[in-house]
């Protein structure tokens, strides 16, 4: 496999030179020519684990396929997916906590590049990726899925290399989808939303798509090749879409109606992609798109439950995107999302509250001095700083048996901030029936001066009197 030290000043100059010599094919002499060599073979940096380190551990390890594609042997040639049991348990719980609300969830499982594209695949790679274990494994977690009452539409055609040349469905050396790919996936969406009636109540609207100049990509991974070996592959382009509503009309006398699909997802359905405006074009109606850069595929779900438009009219359809690398069952995630759902302790009388200026280092903002009986599995925690920028919280909860659990949670750089973190206490077989002693934040030195933190202790909105009744007894 060859690439090219010195790829976008070429480039440019060779399709300017075409331009030029179609349009005043009688200057085509002066037209500059250029001979392009290749340089270079793989530098051995790629090779060594040492090199992975910081940002460059999400690509840990490069390697070359065919035609110029760049693959990570960690995520893109990933085998085992899916969950745990209990990772499943708490996925069930979220789907049936969403249904009492109304909301029918949908996950998009998208493919790793390494099963979607495995016939860019060098052949000794080839020989050590088990290509069928990893399809089977891949329709086993759609299937267990679909079992827990999901709608999931079948990716599968993503894999049997549907793309044409002129219209790849991913980049060569980018993780994302193309457009081509965000728009034949939003056309499998669709066909499984059609296939379960889940858009009849939804009001029709008509859109249409057009295309929007060229999308140019230097690629995440052709980025990462470049800081380890000094040198990278050329720019790769690909149209750009734009989907609008055909004949769009004005209330003059009111807002127009939210939209009754959300669409929750990561850096896949951002607008680069028109992954939404596609779903818009063929499902035949409007879409909020509350997708998030950079938040992993939890961050958009985290914020957009938390929103008060959720809160004031939940949707009919949550689309959920996500990529088959992430692990569903992240305990901190599910932690977070059901008692967000259920607006924290904000309609919940609070067992313990306290508010407090925070200073450098460790702050003490809640004690059970009261030794009241706030057993873990029971309770939640509703933190609010009266900064809205905070985007961390790190702290330590302790027992009254002496026992600990250190805290972090994080929101990513785009998301929108409002100060507040809500979680549950543990509820494993470790933690269950332990009684929460008191809650310590650790603030970094450069805290903006008079900073305060309302914290709040109350009970889970999924736990009967009846059951906490027995917990205490």
Not at 405 to 433: C, H, K, N
Request: net charge negative.
């Amino acid at each position: 496999m060859r690439w090219y030290s010195v790829v976008k000043p070429i480039s440019f100059c060779l399709l300017l030179g075409l331009e030029f010599a179609l349009v005043r094919p009688a200057l085509a002499a002066e037209v500059p020519q250029y001979q392009i060599e290749p340089c270079c073979q793989i530098c051995p940096q790629i090779l060594e684990d040492s090199t992975y380190k910081g940002d460059l551990s999400e690509v840990r390890k490069l390697f070359q396929g065919q035609d110029d594609w760049l693959f990570r042997s960690r995520v893109d040639l990933m085998i085992p997916m899916g969950t745990t049991p209990q990772g499943y348990a708490n996925l069930q719980q979220l789907r049936d906590t969403l249904k009492k609300k109304g909301v029918e969830l949908l996950i998009v499982y998208i493919p790793a590049r390494g099963i979607a594209n495995a016939r860019m695949l060098s052949s000794a790679e080839r020989q050590g990726f088990d290509y069928e274990l990893a399809k089977r494994n891949y329709l086993a977690v759609i299937e267990r899925m679909r079992s827990l009452g999901i709608l999931v539409p079948d990716l599968s055609p993503l894999l049997s290399g549907s793309g044409q040349e002129d219209k790849p469905l991913f980049f060569k050396r980018d993780h994302h989808w193309t457009p081509y790919g965000a728009e034949f996936t939003a056309r499998l969406v669709v066909e499984e939303m059609r296939k379960y009636g889940a858009l009849k109540s939804i009001p029709r609207k008509e859109f249409i798509t057009h295309s929007a100049g060229l999308m140019n990509k230097v690629g995440s991974l052709n980025t990462a090749f470049q800081k380890i070996c000094g040198y990278r592959y050329a720019n790769q382009f690909v149209p750009r879409f734009i989907t609008e509503q055909k004949d769009e009309s004005t209330d003059l006398f009111g807002e127009a109606d939210a939209p009754e699909v959300v669409l929750a997802g990561t850096s896949f359905s951002t607008q680069q992609y028109n992954f939404d405006g596609f779903l818009k074009q063929y499902a035949n109606v409007d879409v909020d798109n509350r997708s998030l850069s950079g938040g992993g595929f939890q961050g958009a779900m985290l914020q957009y439950l938390d929103s008060q438009d959720f809160r004031d009219k939940p949707p009919k359809i949550l689309i959920w995107e996500i990529t088959s690398y992430h692990d569903l069952g992240l305990p901190l995630f599910y932690r977070q999302v059901m008692p967000i759902i259920a607006d924290g302790c904000r309609s919940t009388p609070a067992a313990i509250s306290h508010k407090v200026v925070l200073q450098p280092g460790k702050n003490e903002v809640l004690v059970n001095s009261d030794v009241k009986s706030i057993r873990s599995d029971n309770y939640i925690a509703d933190i609010q700083f009266s900064n809205a920028d905070v985007k961390e919280l790190h702290g330590v909860l302790w027992y009254m048996n002496g026992t600990k659990e250190t805290l972090s949670i994080s929101r990513g750089r785009a998301a929108e901030a409002d100060g507040r973190f809500v979680f549950r206490l543990r509820d494993d077989p470790e933690f269950a029936e332990q009684t929460l002693l008191s809650l310590e934040i650790d603030m970094p030195a450069d805290l903006p001066s008079g900073l305060e933190v309302e914290a709040k202790v109350c009970q889970r909105a999924d736990k009967s009197n009846a059951q906490l009744q027995a917990a205490t007894d």
